[in-house]
């Protein structure tokens, strides 16, 4: 969503509120489409002694697969903007300015990047999910799969068949 900026940089109090929903499902990530309904954004620009400041959240349901087990997971991801808009930047190691291009500024370049960066690189179904067997592939949530839990150092290998002989 484009924010014109002209009317509210003049005037000292001035606001502009803002309340959208963003559409990210064709946003790509590990691989698959984790956001399948819109994105809502809502707050204000404020201009407050002649300093444009930008207060923004947005919230969004994440759907995914959880990261040992694969069942799906779903969670509500939020994040919070706050930015001091200016036309120039003095200082280049300041993240709390945004510098804008003219009279307006493009909500979703601020807004979503923020959003994106609040997303963990995993997600569980539980805190305590135990995942697949790694041999079977079965889901141990579950209960056991009966595979051998007993792992045989590859070379001793050659041992394990002179014992398996004797036997």
């Given at each position: ?8 940089s003049v005037t000292d109090g001035a606001v502009i509120p803002f309340s959208y929903d963003a559409d990210l499902t064709k946003e790509e990530m590990n691989g698959e489409y984790p956001f399948r309904t819109p994105v809502h954004i809502e707050g204000e620009v ?122």
């Amino acid at each position: 969503m484009k924010l014109d900026l002209k009317r509210i940089s003049v005037t000292d109090g001035a606001v502009i509120p803002f309340s959208y929903d963003a559409d990210l499902t064709k946003e790509e990530m590990n691989g698959e489409y984790p956001f399948r309904t819109p994105v809502h954004i809502e707050g204000e620009v404020r201009n407050h002694l002649g300093v444009l400041r930008l207060q923004a959240s947005a919230s969004a349901l994440y759907e995914t697969r959880c990261a040992r087990c694969l069942a799906p997971v779903k969670k509500d991801v939020t994040a919070q903007c706050s930015y001091v808009l200016a036309q120039e930047v003095q200082e280049d190691d300041r993240d709390d300015i945004y510098q804008i291009d003219g009279q307006s500024i493009e909500l979703d370049d601020i807004i979503i990047p923020a959003l994106l960066l609040e997303v963990d690189f995993a997600y569980y179904c539980k805190p305590d999910c135990k995942g697949l067997c790694p041999k079977c592939g079965k889901n141990l949530n579950e209960g056991p799969c009966g595979c051998s839990t007993r792992e045989i150092d590859s070379r001793l290998a050659v041992l394990q068949k002179l014992l398996d002989q004797d036997d």
